[in-house]
């Protein structure tokens, strides 16, 4: 067996991409063609330094196995897709929250609003698009569920959830740091109140404390899916291990 093929057959199998495989392997070559080189200086024939060079490093399932278990969650090219999926939905994020034509345009609305208000001396009225009180719109959207359109309470809700999932899946699989659930929490509320804080301050968009419960609750949920995934891969990893023990 020369040393392609053994270290072919010891990256076979993992759980990594295949340019990380193709690391690997290139790796352990080298180490080899080392190990190699010192057993020729040690008088051996090539022959006999190849096969002790294999023999010396160690049944390939052995290895496969220990290597098994070092490697990350996420290896370092597949990190690359994950970190540019990232960029990708903080750019759609800040666009859907700040930047979009429809907020721009209720924000025109809006200031209309506030100006009439104020010119016919319904100062009181300025404030009806911010709600600082937990549970009061939730509250609303049940109670007063038959004013309110299925789309409109869906996309307010769970609308609400679902944007912030990628932070508490995203950042656990690109940062080790944030690999904690008191972490993603405060990662989640700052960049709630972060755009909520923005949107009040340029107009753009009302203040709602629900609002922050419901990106909190996705975030923590999305935590919740990179625990999930991190469980089941070192279920993989040590059925693996115990396959070939």
Sequence with gaps: MDFEQYTSQIVQG???????????QDELKDHLTELHMDLIEEGCDEHTASAMAI???GK?????????????????YMRKWILALFILYTSLLSYVMLLSSDRWARRAFT???????????H??????????????????????????????????????IGVFIPIGL???????????IHRIFLASFTGCVLIEM???????????????ILNLIGGMMGFGCYKVIHVLVNQYKHAKFQIHE
């Excluded at 993992?14 to 690997?24: A, F, I, T, V």
């Excluded at 290895?63 to 370092?76: E, F, G, S, T, Y």
């Excluded at 200031?111 to 001396?121: A, C, N, P, S, T």
């Excluded at 923005?198 to 922050?212: C, K, N, P």
């Design 14 to 24: 993992l759980p990594c991409s295949k340019r990380e495989k193709k690391d690997m």
């Design 55 to 57: 023999e010396r490093f």
């Design 60 to 76: 390939p399932q052995f290895i496969r196995n220990q290597l098994c278990h070092a490697l990350p969650l996420v290896d370092k």
């Design 111 to 121: 200031i209309e609003w506030k100006r009439k208000m104020l010119e016919y001396g």
């Design 123 to 160: 100062t009181q009225s300025m404030h009806l698009y911010e709600n600082t009180v937990p549970f009061h719109t939730l509250r609303d959207y049940i109670v007063n569920h038959h004013r309110y359109t299925f789309s409109t309470i869906f996309l307010n809700l769970f609308g609400n």
């Design 170 to 180: 995203l950042l656990p699989l690109l940062f080790p740091y944030f690999r904690s």
């Design 198 to 212: 923005l949107q009040y301050a340029f107009t753009l968009g009302s203040f709602d404390v629900d609002d922050l």
